[in-house]
């Protein structure tokens, strides 16, 4: 690798993310301003000659709850704990599709250059709780390939793992479904095991936004190791938090951390690996927008000045096995 490589995914799921933390108390002009925004982002990245992998739950990929059903796998996740279930909530809260079903916006992601259309599991699918088998994860995995084939003639690549619950023994059967690569957790302790959440774990996270306190966030790219059947594991570097609208010192310590990673990885010819999710940008979408157009200036300085490269996960993918045929 002769440059430095920014990395952006998203984990985009609307209502799909969050479901069982909210029910039904959510405020409907977040996931307005949410829907919105997808364009807004393609649009800067399309000009900036950014790629991006938009990792998407499978189920909105569904016109309507008539296609939702005949996509959806027999076998669904019989978790320990049922609100976890994406099918146990949509039977007892109903389908709405505003927040449920985003068909033309995976259409306008596949339409733009560099974009990457990834998958973030059918159902926000939770690899690691209790109750659910393998078998189970199989037909999740299965049920979005179908529909994205079905639908959008694509074979998707890349795995986001929904709440960055990455269960080893299942590695294998993402790469039997056709995925070549999937995100994995940053290197430090407070990242790992994030079903296992505490307080330390938050407090350490929130912290490393502003101050150094985990490992260097970048990676070379020798530091991906390829196992035998299993998908290449491609860690993040860091998640790009939401602006606090009451916190602007907060916003600019946070922000002047990640271009100083992204200089220290173009500076050092490695990979830094960024990801949000784009309903992160509801809140405040217009000052949001502009700390991602300030993001994207700071790489085009990069690019010129280092000769930093932007790749999607599924452009990384294949760099690394190049590597390995030559």
């Known amino acids: 690798m002769n440059s430095g490589i920014f990395c952006i995914s998203l984990d985009f799921e609307l209502l799909w993310g969050?479901?069982?933390?909210?029910?039904?108390?959510?405020?409907?002009?977040?996931?307005?301003?949410?829907?919105?925004?997808?364009?807004?982002?393609l649009q800067v990245f399309a000009k900036n000659r950014v790629q991006a992998t938009w990792a998407t739950v499978g189920m909105l990929f569904a016109e309507n709850e008539e296609e939702w059903l005949a996509y959806s796998p027999i076998q669904k996740p019989s978790y320990r704990e049922p609100k976890l279930s994406a099918y146990e909530f949509a039977d007892k809260m109903g389908l709405n599709p505003a927040v449920h079903f985003a068909p033309e916006l995976i259409k306008q992601i596949i339409e733009t250059p560099g974009q990457e259309l990834g998958s973030h599991t059918f159902a926000h699918y939770y690899t690691l709780m209790r109750g659910q088998s393998p078998e189970q994860f199989r037909q999740d995995l299965q049920a979005t390939q179908k529909i994205s084939q079905d639908k959008f003639g694509i074979t998707l690549k890349s795995l986001v793992f929904?709440?960055?619950?990455?269960?080893?023994?299942?590695l294998p059967i993402c790469l039997e479904e056709g995925y070549t690569q999937a995100r994995s957790n940053p290197k430090s302790w407070f990242w790992q095991e994030t079903q296992h959440e505490d307080l330390s774990k938050k407090w350490f996270r929130s912290a490393d936004c502003f101050i150094p306190i985990g490992k260097n966030t970048s990676f070379s790219k020798d530091e991906m190791k390829v196992y035998p059947n299993e998908p290449l594991l491609i860690p993040a570097s860091r998640i790009l938090r939401p602006i606090s609208k009451n916190n602007q010192v907060f916003n600019s310590v946070r922000l002047a951390r990640v271009k100083s990673e992204m200089s220290y990885a173009a500076k050092n010819k490695e990979i830094y690996h960024l990801w949000w999710h784009p309903h992160n940008f509801a809140n405040d979408p217009i000052q949001s927008m502009i700390e991602l157009e300030e993001l994207l200036v700071h790489f085009q300085f990069l690019k010129a000045e280092y000769g930093m490269e932007s790749m999607n996960m599924e452009g990384i993918g294949q760099l690394k096995m190049k590597e390995l045929r030559i």
């Open 18 to 41: 969050i479901f069982d933390k909210v029910g039904t108390k959510y405020n409907p002009k977040y996931f307005e301003h949410t829907r919105n925004l997808v364009p807004d982002m």
């Open 162 to 170: 929904p709440r960055n619950h990455i269960n080893e023994l299942y």
